[in-house]
């Protein structure tokens, strides 16, 4: 099947990205809701405007579970291999970072 598809076809496999997925209309109130915000600073007023966001990114990498084995040698039954080697802890709360961004200027919307 994968050579039908790469030969004879001339086509390839590409991964798809994961993003937010958006309307028309979400699209349309955006823009309209961004011309609000603007109209409610005026150039004459305000010289600048400052743009902030903020993203936690946790420390923790992610687990994989199948990547996660415990090997014994043979003839060693599971039970009788202590409890805390055949647990899989993980933390409530993991470590993280939040990161804040700012931006400073003023932008016109058509």
């Given amino acids: 099947m994968l050579r039908i598809v790469h030969d004879d076809l001339s086509l390839k496999c590409v991964k798809k ?3 937010q997925e958006l309307t028309q209309s979400n699209r349309a109130v955006r823009l309209q809701c961004a ?5 409610m600073f005026p150039d004459d007023k305000v010289n600048f405007i400052w743009f902030t966001d903020e993203k936690v990114f946790t420390v923790s ?3 994989n579970p199948q990547n996660e084995r415990l090997y014994v040698p043979a003839g060693i039954k599971k039970k009788q291999v202590a409890a805390e080697r055949l647990l899989r802890t993980q933390t409530t709360f993991s470590r993280s970072v939040m990161v804040s961004v700012g931006r400073v200027g003023v932008s016109k919307l058509v």
């Fill in 17 to 19: 990205r994961r993003v």
């Fill in 35 to 39: 011309k609000k915000l603007l109209q």
């Fill in 61 to 63: 990498s992610q687990r």
